[in-house]
């Protein structure tokens, strides 16, 4: 889809207070920063790449005296269309500001920029023995900006939380081109409220994220994998509670309904029993000798609950056989179906069993191949819907069987999102999980930071 050029002077004012070679606006560099993790496509007036915090306040400052929308992006991995330029003007790209600034053994942080890749991070902290937990599955692509914008999680965060739980100190760019330095690198800190946190999770629509504190941890120097199938979904999300109440908190504990375990199978013939209802995937990590022990209790817990095929692995080569199942399922099902359309929802870890089951309704109901498959532990699950999106009769189907996936998680308390963010896929259903006064109170907040509405604009609130 093409977008004409905005027909303002912003461009050409923009291009003057720039250094040379940082707007681009041929038709070939806007196409390519029209899209991002999912089928979303918008092409912006142009694109500017940011080198430094300084370009990116001369990008708000004429920005916002222009009224031009400005969409910050990243790898542009996002599954929910956030740095998609939906209303066009400028795709604002962060990727050139990729410096570690600094690891600090001493107080356990790093800073850096926003552009930095989550992988490069984990390589840089390594030597020091320390890593950056949030790993979402993107890492090896996505930036620290798009994960703090988003949010992120990964599979550590049963043990680790996301990423909020790392950011202690951000420096932002607002509209109008003014630089927020928010929080610090101490641990401790309540002076004031914590804009910090606002600005995590806020998915671009507040500022521009231009530097971050993070807190880094120890490495742990062992993990090992347990996995296992089990015949019933309820008794695969108790034996996940009783190894969790048995003094064990797994670093990742992961789950393969029936239909997972059925189109990994179909693709990869690894000999998985098609007829088991659950596969559970458990990863802890510690000293040696404790991810021994807790490696063998949680496989005990697994066979005494009645598990088959229990299998544990301690070497690299080893767990990587085994994550190999939970890897494909999402490439397998691009076998089934040339798009999907993978959810994010999260419900209390206790209906995850009631969960799995109603979206096995919803997929007999709309006549759809939906595999659940995600982190049981946290609760967080991405039912994935197998589709052919130039099919408009089959696209109802999919967004009638994805409206009851959400009508469903918030029934049995969650969520919409997870991990993944409303951008623009999920803002239409933000009424059935939010109160209106608070969804109005979310808005006068964006109002405070982004008076005139620039920043990645239509993105998170309803229309
Ligand atoms: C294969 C695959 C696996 C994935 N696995 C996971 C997973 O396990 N967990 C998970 O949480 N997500 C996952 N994702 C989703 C995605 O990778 C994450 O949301 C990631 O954090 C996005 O980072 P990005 O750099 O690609 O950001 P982008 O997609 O470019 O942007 C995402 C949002 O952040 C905003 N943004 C980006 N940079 C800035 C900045 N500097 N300042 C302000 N706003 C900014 C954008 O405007 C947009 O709204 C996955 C995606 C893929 C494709």
């Not at 609760?379 to 109802?396: S, Y």
Request: overall charge negative; glycine content about 10%; charged content about 25%.
């Amino acid at each position: 889809m093409d977008g004409a050029i905005n027909n303002g002077n912003w461009l050409e004012r923009l291009t003057d207070a720039l250094p040379k070679g940082r707007v681009l606006t041929s038709p070939e560099d806007r196409a390519a920063y029209a899209y991002d993790g999912t089928w979303g496509e918008a092409w912006p007036d142009a694109v500017v790449l940011a080198h430094s915090t300084g370009d990116v306040v001369t990008v708000l400052r004429i920005a916002d005296e222009e009224s031009v929308p400005v969409v910050p992006r990243g790898a542009a991995s996002g599954l929910s269309g956030g740095s998609v330029p939906e209303q066009g003007g400028i795709a604002l790209s962060l990727t050139p500001m990729r410096k570690i600034i600094e690891i600090s053994p001493e107080d356990l942080v790093a800073v850096v920029q926003p552009g930095v890749v989550n992988l490069d991070l984990q390589k840089a902290a390594e030597p020091y023995g320390l890593f950056f937990p949030p790993d979402p599955a993107s890492l090896d692509v996505s930036t620290i900006g798009g994960n703090i914008a988003e949010n992120a999680g990964g599979p550590r965060c049963l043990k680790y939380g996301v990423t909020s739980d790392y950011v202690l100190g951000l420096e932002v760019v607002i509209p109008g081109g003014e630089i927020l330095r928010l929080g610090g690198r101490s641990i401790k800190n309540v002076t004031g409220y914590d804009l910090v946190h606002l600005f995590v999770g806020s998915e671009g629509t507040l500022g521009v994220i231009t530097e971050a504190i993070l807190k880094l941890l120890p490495k742990p120097p062992a993990r090992a994998t347990v996995s296992a199938f089990f015949d019933d979904l309820d008794v695969a999300a108790e034996t996940v509670v009783k190894v969790v109440t048995s003094g064990i908190l797994p670093l990742t504990t992961e789950l393969l309904d029936r239909v997972s375990i059925g189109v990994v199978e179909d693709f990869l013939h690894l000999g998985l029993p098609r007829d088991a209802e659950a596969m559970l995937l458990i990863a802890v990590n510690g000293e040696l000798e404790s991810v021994r022990r807790q490696a063998s209790e949680v496989a005990g817990v697994c066979r005494r609950q009645g598990a088959t095929g229990v299998d544990l692995a301690d070497t690299p080569e080893e767990e990587e056989r085994l994550w190999k199942a939970r890897r494909s399922v999402s490439p397998a099902l691009g076998r089934l179906r040339p798009h999907k359309l993978g959810e994010d929802i999260a419900v209390p870890r206790s209906k995850v069993p009631e969960m799995v089951r109603r979206v096995q309704e919803i997929s007999e109901k709309w006549g759809l191949v939906i595999p659940v498959y995600g982190h049981i532990g946290d609760g967080n699950l991405h039912p994935t819907l197998a589709c052919d999106r130039r099919d408009p009769k089959e696209m109802e189907r999919v967004l009638g069987a994805a409206e009851d996936i959400f009508k469903a998680a918030i029934d049995l308390g969650g969520t919409l999102s997870g991990e993944h963010g409303i951008g623009m896929l999920k803002r239409d259903y933000m009424p059935l999980a939010l109160p209106e006064n608070v969804i109005a109170r979310m808005k006068a907040i964006k109002q405070v930071f982004d008076p005139h509405g620039i920043m990645n604009p239509g993105k998170v609130f309803p229309e």
